[in-house]
């Protein structure tokens, strides 16, 4: 290249030529976040199939009426208003992080420099680069002056590459020190972040098996729906004669008590109040399921780099080499010296300063900053006394020669992951090249990286749990399992390369399934071990913070991301840590298991509901009788029942374990229970109409008699679920019986719900049936207890 044109590229773009990119689409046009706009999160908690079938048979009693009959209609309302609010709530979170993140590049144009947004950067731009300063696209360095660049948030190496003219540079990393300036070579969707980015956008759903169990119950649910429908339209038209709106009335009666209406809306209240919750912790999750899903989690992977240490190191041990030189107490002043000399250190002179704070009466004369070419820093003095000193503080490879002994003793400590650094006393000046030739070893300065305070104990309950813990790191493999020994973390003696992972899924599967410490790991294989772990079974929570970590966030059946984290992966991630504490996640897990446990509690009273509705339903069918009831008796016999007290057992603690097959077990209390309710309310119903006459005029009294009968069945499966019974739910199994009472006695609520009892013995009838129906609900329970042992 000429002279010329490398000197028209460092001052920069004209304003013609900036122009020009632009009209040719050579912008920086970054991808659009992965986390849904307001209108798509809207759709996706209004069209779904609950609320399309309970929408529809609301729409038909505001045709039919009266209102009284609709009360189930306002389930729908509250259970899409829940998810809206939440996952907007999540996305205003989200989007104000990533304008209080967002970098204001400084570029060169026309020779002058100016701050722009980032998508106002064109490929070409000259952009310049201080310390702390984000890469915001790919580049090539023309200008260099001790540039040092952290690409931990794109490869998880932790130490700073020092970069010259003519080397790369890639969005997603930020500078540690000096300074310089580059070309923007790729910009937009071609830039390296956002390439990772793109890959990850489409957004993702949260696997949930709550949501899919009751995903499931709604299918059974509609394909019974739709022969009762048809059934009970026919059967109600030809029993009510002309009584058109009669019949549409106990059709909509007969099939809404069908859909558990409220196991959806409940299962919303417990995930949003455990998001609540878990958000006065500083913990976002960003979908309702995902406090679900870490529950279920049996193996989390983690990013070493930002997840378990933290941005900086400390000194761990000060080893003195020669007491002539410098003995323990004074190597601390001069360290202490050294680190209050320098007004912009590195990260391991920051540890030291963080260590030895700065002696009175040190002045320093002269002082030589850290450079990545010398690998050493240094400082002359004026010591208290008026002697005067020179002190070097750098690698010790550099300052040693290459035969001295004690370099076996850094060795040792650099196998260990841990860095080693030399204080060393010089009579030459700072500045001269042979300054490093001439020195006398006082001490060495022993860092570790500073690992999260909390990392230790979340850990130690993981392992407790049950969950294995997988380190994955882009660092060398050496320093990962130091640093994952220090945690406790099992297998942490034997770290593996990555870059000899096979790569094969089984073969693959297998390796990291028997590892828990890998190195030198790239993003793409990050994402196929969390894929390998999938394959053989598990279920696998991701957390990290880089760039990096983004496609195996994505594809985990978890994704944690730190608040400090890249945009990208606070997006993709179902749960962020605002407050970059790895000690929320055992919260997360307890939040889980509460909402798991309690919801597969409930969930028998809901489908025992759903049971003895459709075995009702096609009794009526077959015997040509009006269905028992209007939708006004399901909504009082849901509420009292079901509704209220699932809500209260939903919010209650529960400390159980996951355990997967929610449809499959719940079913198996909620078949027996339903049977028994359906048939013996039926069967009163039945009795009700002979002793009656089943005459118009006395359906009153025979739907009262019948929802005596189911009351009381009903109110007797939850005093099975509830157990065990402690005071506050034996008040408020009492309360609901009340209501019950008041509903039956009160002339008000006798009008409104349409309920009477008449005379003495069909309502002692209808307390035998049910008394009988309750002892077979006893044995059901305990055979359930003796053969099933895994029954909720």
């Given at each position: 290249m000429?002279?010329?044109?490398a000197?028209?590229?460092?001052r920069?773009?004209?304003?013609?030529?900036?122009?020009?990119?632009?009209?040719?689409?050579?912008?920086?046009?970054?991808?659009?976040?992965?986390s849904?706009?307001?209108?798509?999160?809207?759709?996706?908690n209004?069209?779904?199939?609950?609320?399309?079938?309970?929408?529809?048979?609301?729409?038909?009693?505001?045709?039919?009426?009266p209102?009284?009959?609709?009360?189930?209609?306002?389930?729908?309302?509250?259970?899409?208003?829940?998810?809206?609010?939440?996952?907007?709530?999540?996305k205003?979170?989200?989007?104000?992080?990533?304008?209080?993140?967002?970098?204001?590049?400084?570029?060169?144009?026309?020779?002058?420099?100016?701050?722009?947004?980032?998508?106002?950067?064109?490929?070409?731009?000259?952009?310049?680069?201080?310390?702390?300063?984000?890469?915001?696209?790919?580049?090539?360095?023309?200008?260099?002056?001790?540039?040092?660049?952290?690409?931990?948030?794109?490869?998880?190496?932790?130490?700073?590459?020092?970069?010259?003219?003519?080397?790369?540079?890639m969005?997603?990393?930020?500078?540690?020190?000096?300074?310089?300036?580059?070309?923007?070579?790729?910009?937009?969707?071609?830039?390296?972040?956002?390439?990772?980015?793109?890959?990850?956008?489409?957004?993702?759903?949260v696997?949930?098996?709550?949501?899919?169990?009751?995903?499931?119950?709604?299918?059974?649910?509609?394909?019974?729906?739709?022969p009762a429908?048809?059934?009970?339209?026919?059967?109600?038209?030809?029993?009510?004669?002309?009584?058109?709106?009669?019949?549409?009335?106990?059709?909509?009666?007969?099939?809404?008590?069908?859909?558990?209406?409220?196991?959806?809306?409940?299962?919303?209240?417990?995930?949003?109040?455990?998001?609540?919750?878990?958000?006065?912790?500083?913990?976002?999750?960003?979908?309702?399921?995902?406090?679900?899903?870490?529950?279920?989690?049996?193996?989390?992977?983690?990013?070493?780099?930002?997840?378990?240490?933290?941005g900086?190191?400390?000194?761990?041990?000060?080893?003195?080499?020669?007491?002539?030189?410098?003995?323990?107490?004074?190597?601390?002043r001069?360290?202490?010296?050294?680190?209050?000399?320098?007004?912009?250190?590195?990260?391991?002179l920051?540890?030291?300063?963080?260590?030895?704070?700065?002696?009175?009466?040190?002045?320093?004369?002269?002082t030589?900053?850290?450079?990545?070419?010398?690998k050493?820093?240094?400082?002359?003095?004026?010591?208290?006394?008026?002697?005067?000193?020179?002190?070097?503080?750098?690698?010790p490879?550099?300052?040693?020669?290459?035969?001295?002994?004690?370099?076996?003793?850094?060795?040792?400590l650099?196998a260990?992951?841990?860095?080693?650094?030399?204080?060393?006393?010089?009579?030459?000046?700072?500045?001269?090249?042979?300054?490093?030739?001439?020195?006398?070893?006082?001490?060495l300065?022993?860092?570790?990286?500073?690992?999260?305070?909390?990392?230790?104990?979340?850990?130690?309950?993981?392992a407790?749990?049950?969950?294995?813990?997988?380190?994955?790191?882009?660092?060398?493999a050496?320093?990962?399992?130091?640093?994952?020994?220090?945690?406790?973390?099992?297998?942490?003696?034997?770290?593996?390369?990555?870059?000899?992972?096979?790569?094969?899924?089984?073969?693959?599967?297998?390796?990291?399934?028997?590892?828990?410490?890998?190195?030198?790991?790239?993003?793409?294989?990050?994402?196929?071990?969390?894929?390998?772990?999938?394959?053989?079974?598990?279920?696998?929570?991701?957390?990290?913070?880089?760039?990096?970590?983004?496609?195996?966030l994505?594809?985990?059946?978890?994704?944690?991301?730190?608040?400090?984290?890249?945009?990208?992966?606070?997006?993709?991630?179902?749960?962020?840590?605002?407050?970059?504490?790895?000690a929320?996640?055992?919260?997360?897990?307890?939040?889980?298991?509460?909402?798991?446990?309690?919801?597969?509690?409930?969930?028998?009273?809901?489908?025992?509901?759903?049971?003895?509705?459709?075995?009702?339903?096609?009794?009526?069918?077959?015997?040509?009788?009006?269905?028992?009831?209007?939708?006004?008796?399901?909504?009082?016999?849901s509420?009292?029942?079901?509704?209220?007290?699932?809500?209260?057992?939903?919010?209650?603690?529960?400390?159980e374990?996951?355990?997967?097959?929610?449809?499959?077990?719940?079913?198996?209390?909620?078949?027996?229970?339903?049977?028994?309710?359906?048939?013996?309310?039926?069967?009163?119903?039945?009795?009700a109409?002979?002793?009656?006459?089943?005459?118009?005029?006395?359906?009153?009294?025979?739907?009262?008699?019948?929802?005596?009968?189911?009351?009381?069945?009903?109110?007797?499966?939850?005093?099975?679920?509830?157990?065990?019974?402690?005071?506050?739910?034996?008040?408020?199994?009492?309360?609901?019986?009340?209501?019950?009472v008041?509903a039956?006695t009160?002339?008000?609520?006798?009008?409104?719900?349409?309920?009477?009892?008449?005379?003495?013995?069909?309502?002692?009838?209808?307390?035998?049936?049910?008394?009988?129906?309750?002892?077979?609900?006893?044995?059901?329970?305990?055979?359930?207890?003796?053969?099933?042992?895994?029954?909720?």
């Open positions: 000429a002279a010329g044109e000197a028209s590229r460092v920069g773009l004209t304003e013609a030529e900036v122009a020009e990119r632009v009209r040719r689409g050579e912008v920086n046009d970054v991808p659009v976040r992965s849904r706009s307001a209108g798509e999160i809207v759709r996706a209004v069209f779904t199939l609950f609320n399309a079938i309970m929408g529809t048979l609301f729409a038909i009693i505001l045709v039919v009426g209102l009284q009959d609709g009360l189930f209609g306002f389930v729908v309302l509250f259970n899409a208003l829940i998810g809206i609010v939440q996952e907007l709530r999540a205003r979170t989200l989007d104000n992080l990533a304008v209080i993140g967002e970098a204001r590049p400084t570029v060169r144009r026309d020779g002058a420099a100016r701050e722009v947004a980032t998508s106002d950067i064109v490929l070409g731009d000259v952009i310049e680069l201080g310390p702390g300063d984000k890469i915001v696209v790919d580049g090539e360095v023309v200008e260099a002056d001790g540039l040092e660049i952290d690409e931990s948030l794109l490869t998880g190496e932790a130490d700073p590459v020092v970069k010259e003219p003519g080397g790369v540079v969005s997603g990393s930020f500078v540690v020190a000096g300074g310089g300036a580059f070309t923007a070579t790729r910009v937009g969707r071609e830039a390296y972040a956002a390439q990772l980015a793109e890959e990850a956008s489409r957004f993702t759903l696997n949930s098996e709550l949501r899919n169990g009751i995903g499931r119950i709604l299918r059974i649910c509609v394909s019974l729906m739709i429908a048809i059934g009970l339209v026919v059967s109600q038209l030809v029993v009510e004669d002309s009584d058109t709106f009669e019949a549409v009335r106990r059709m909509v009666a007969g099939i809404v008590v069908m859909v558990p209406e409220g196991l959806v809306l409940i299962t919303s209240v417990a995930f949003a109040i455990g998001v609540i919750r878990l958000g006065r912790q500083q913990c976002l999750v960003q979908e309702l399921p995902a406090i679900e899903g870490l529950a279920r989690v049996d193996v989390v992977c983690l990013d070493k780099t930002g997840t378990l240490t933290e900086g190191m400390d000194v761990s041990e000060l080893r003195v080499l020669d007491a002539d030189q410098a003995d323990d107490a004074r190597a601390r001069v360290l202490g010296a050294l680190g209050a000399s320098d007004p912009r250190p590195n990260a391991s920051q540890a030291v300063i963080e260590a030895y704070p700065g002696p009175d009466g040190w002045r320093a004369t002269a030589l900053p850290f450079s990545s070419a010398r050493y820093s240094g400082a002359a003095f004026t010591e208290p006394d008026g002697a005067r000193s020179a002190w070097l503080l750098g690698a490879d550099v300052l040693l020669p290459a035969d001295d002994r004690r370099l076996a003793a850094v060795d040792e650099n260990r992951g841990l860095r080693v650094l030399l204080l060393a006393r010089t009579e030459g000046e700072l500045d001269a090249p042979a300054a490093a030739e001439d020195v006398s070893p006082a001490a300065v022993v860092l570790e990286q500073r690992m999260r305070p909390e990392a230790p104990d979340t850990l130690r309950y993981f407790e749990q049950s969950v294995d813990a997988k380190v994955i790191s882009g660092d060398n050496v320093s990962v399992g130091a640093v994952a020994g220090r945690l406790g973390i099992p297998g942490a003696e034997a770290p593996v390369d990555a870059r000899r992972l096979p790569a094969a899924q089984r073969e693959m599967g297998e390796a990291v399934e028997g590892g828990a410490v890998f190195g030198r790991v790239t993003p793409q294989q990050k994402r196929e071990m969390v894929g390998a772990l999938q394959s053989r079974g598990h279920t696998v929570a991701m957390t990290g913070d880089g760039v990096n970590d983004v496609l195996a994505k594809d985990a059946d978890i994704g944690v991301s730190m608040g400090s984290g890249s945009e990208a992966t606070r997006a993709v991630a179902q749960i962020v840590l605002l407050n970059n504490s790895f929320t996640l055992p919260s997360v897990v307890a939040e889980g298991r509460r909402v798991i446990g309690n919801i597969e509690r409930v969930a028998n009273l809901f489908l025992t509901k759903t049971v003895y509705s459709v075995f009702m339903a096609f009794a009526v069918i077959v015997t040509a009788v009006p269905y028992p009831f209007l939708p006004r008796h399901m909504t009082l016999l509420t009292l029942t079901i509704g209220t007290p699932a809500f209260f057992l939903a919010l209650a603690p529960n400390r374990r996951a355990r997967p097959h929610f449809v499959r077990r719940v079913l198996r209390l909620a078949v027996p229970f339903g049977l028994i309710a359906g048939a013996a309310t039926f069967a009163v119903y039945v009795v109409r002979a002793h009656y006459g089943g005459t118009g005029a006395t359906r009153e009294a025979e739907t009262s008699a019948a929802t005596l009968t189911l009351f009381l069945i009903a109110l007797w499966v939850l005093v099975i679920v509830a157990r065990p019974l402690t005071w506050w739910r034996v008040l408020l199994i009492a309360t609901m019986a009340a209501g019950f008041l039956m009160l002339p008000a609520a006798q009008e409104f719900f349409e309920l009477h009892l008449r005379g003495r013995q069909m309502p002692l009838t209808a307390l035998g049936v049910a008394a009988v129906a309750c002892v077979l609900l006893e044995v059901a329970w305990r055979l359930m207890l003796r053969h099933v042992p895994d029954v909720p």
